[in-house]
């Protein structure tokens, strides 16, 4: 098992930054890949970007790339989603989600935090 919490949402302004944040625990060591997701209302749930456990090899959706950066810091378990130059279009609940192994479905995911951006 894997729990996961993120953290850092809130409300901001067009060309804001933040920082998310997603803790992990229990069988951290059985982690391929941490991904973030988000789901903005009457919308179906979208693809982020991704780090790898190892090499920390990151892919990022298009709508993202260039604004958005994913890291780790391992010491504490933890993963981060900095946003940079936000966009109301960014506007959504953003999760995290671990998958056990590179070919499997992500198994395990957060409770979400909502991220509003205003314009």
């Known amino acids: 098992q894997v729990q996961l919490a993120e953290s850092g949402g809130g409300l901001v302004q067009a060309g804001d930054s933040l920082r998310l944040s997603c803790a992990a625990s229990?069988?951290?060591?059985?982690?391929?890949?941490v991904a973030w997701f988000r789901q903005a209302p009457g919308k179906e749930r979208e693809f982020v970007g991704s780090?790898?456990?190892?090499?920390?090899?990151?892919y990022y959706a298009d709508s993202v790339k260039g604004r958005f950066t994913i890291s780790r810091d391992d010491a504490v378990n933890t993963v981060y989603l900095q946003m940079n130059n936000l966009k109301p279009d960014d506007t959504a609940v953003y999760y995290c989600?671990?998958?056990?192994?590179?070919?499997?479905?992500?198994?395990?995911w957060g409770q979400g935090t909502q991220v509003t951006v205003s314009s």
């Open positions: 229990g069988r951290i060591s059985s982690i391929a890949t």
């Open positions: 780090i790898r456990a190892i090499g920390s090899s990151t």
């Open positions: 989600a671990v998958k056990l192994t590179v070919r499997s479905e992500y198994n395990y």
